[in-house]
Antibody, heavy 119, light 111 residues
Framework: QVQLVQSGAEVRIPGASVEVSCRAS????????IHWVRQAPGQGLEWIGW????????LYTQRFQGRVTMTRDTTTTTAFMELNSLTSDETAIYYC????????????WGQGTLVSVSS | QSVLTQPPSVSGAPGQRVTISCTGD?????????VHWYQQVPGTAPKLLIY???RRPSGVPDRFSGSKSGTSASLAITGLQAEDEADYYC???????????FGTGTTVTVL
């Protein structure tokens, strides 16, 4: 069965960086785009960007450009998201999500990784 | 930042029907991009509930249905059950922003 298993919770101070990983299994990793979405406590869902596993091509929403880097390792079927210059209001759960084909449908979600940013 | 507006909350008694609206504009829903809906039970990851405006993934009860017209979409839940208490989000693509957008989210409460 399709699974996206994310790395564990992280704690960072403001200004630091964090990398979250997402290991995919149960399907052909290079055939589906991986997106990253975050959710601050008590808030809604915010789309961050995507990485296309076969090529490594990425696209980020404008507000994160210059601060986020999405990569992938096809040998370990793992996607990564690094976010730099963290601020305290970026405490959130970060999800990796599989897009079904190129349809915009987010059909499988990771369990989420809590990133806490506090001094 | 979302330009997809949903009501913050809706409620209904068990067995009743509730609807959730998702209002966009000519760059997203009005541009005929498909709308998808997700259900998020507190403390868990979102789950795909409706895709391509009105299609249900395998395993989703037919109590859930979706529709779209103009610059808005709707999710209906008929025969409301206690297990339907959750947050619901619409999602689509915006060609002006070149972004995937989520709605502001709606909390469904079963009275």
């Amino acid at each position: 069965q399709v699974q996206l298993v994310q790395s564990g919770a992280e704690v960072r101070i403001p200004g630091a960086s964090v990398e979250v990983s997402c290991r995919a299994s149960g399907y052909s990793f290079t055939e589906y785009v991986i997106h990253w979405v975050r959710q601050a406590p008590g808030q809604g869902l915010e789309w961050i960007g995507w990485v296309n596993p076969p090529s490594g091509t990425t696209l980020y929403t404008q507000r994160f450009q210059g601060r986020v880097t999405m990569t992938r390792d096809t040998t370990t079927t793992t996607a990564f998201m690094e976010l730099n210059s963290l601020t305290s209001d970026e405490t959130a759960i970060y999800y990796c999500v599989r897009e079904n084909g190129h349809t915009g449908i987010f059909d499988y979600w990771g369990q989420g990784t809590l990133v806490s940013v506090s001094s | 930042q979302s330009v997809l507006t949903q009501p913050p909350s809706v409620s209904g008694a068990p067995g009743q029907r509730v609807t959730i609206s998702c209002t966009g504009d000519s760059s997203n829903i009005g541009a005929r991009y498909d709308v998808h809906w997700y259900q998020q039970v507190p403390g868990t990851a979102p789950k795909l509930l409706i895709y391509n405006d009105n299609r249900r993934p395998s395993g989703v009860p037919d109590r859930f249905s979706g529709s779209k017209s103009g610059t808005s979409a709707s999710l209906a839940i008929t025969g409301l059950q206690a297990e339907d208490e959750a947050d619901y989000y619409c999602q689509t693509y915006d060609r002006s922003l070149n972004d995937h957008l989520f709605g502001t989210g709606t909390t469904v409460t079963v009275l």
